[in-house]
Nanobody, 122 residues
Framework: VQLQASGGGLVQAGGSLRLSCAASGRTLGSYAMGWFRQAPGKEREFVTAISSSGGSTYYTDLVKGRFTISRDNAKNTVYLQMNSLKPEDTAVYYC????????????????WGQGTQVTVSS
């Protein structure tokens, strides 16, 4: 599976962005999907995940209530809607695919996109 993340950019605090992760090579509907992020000087951290059907999701407490993950398997795309953005959300955001749902550990994900930069100014 090849993953291509897009939609990042520069936004003011309180603003919104929607990230997309498009897959090619294999049907995305076979995989659970996750979003991770990595800020400068920090380790990559889990943000959110969604089951292969889209019926289950979970989020890190840091973004709960502000971010929403969704997917359109017909379009082979996963989305991350980010609202009420904060400067501490600034990071490179990565999408990833896993064969099973339920892990916040990056090592459980088999395929990764290249990342898209999100910068939130104060």
């Amino acid at each position: 599976v090849q993953l291509q993340a897009s939609g990042g950019g520069l936004v003011q605090a309180g603003g919104s962005l929607r990230l997309s992760c498009a897959a090619s090579g294999r049907t995305l509907g076979s995989y659970a999907m996750g979003w991770f992020r990595q800020a400068p000087g920090k380790e990559r951290e889990f943000v959110t995940a969604i089951s292969s059907s889209g019926g289950s999701t979970y989020y890190t407490d840091l973004v709960k209530g502000r971010f929403t993950i969704s997917r359109d398997n017909a379009k082979n795309t996963v989305y991350l809607q980010m609202n009420s953005l904060k400067p501490e959300d600034t990071a490179v955001y990565y999408c990833a695919a896993a064969r099973s749902y339920g892990s916040a550990l990056s090592r459980q994900y088999d395929y990764w996109g290249q990342g898209t930069q999100v910068t939130v100014s104060s």
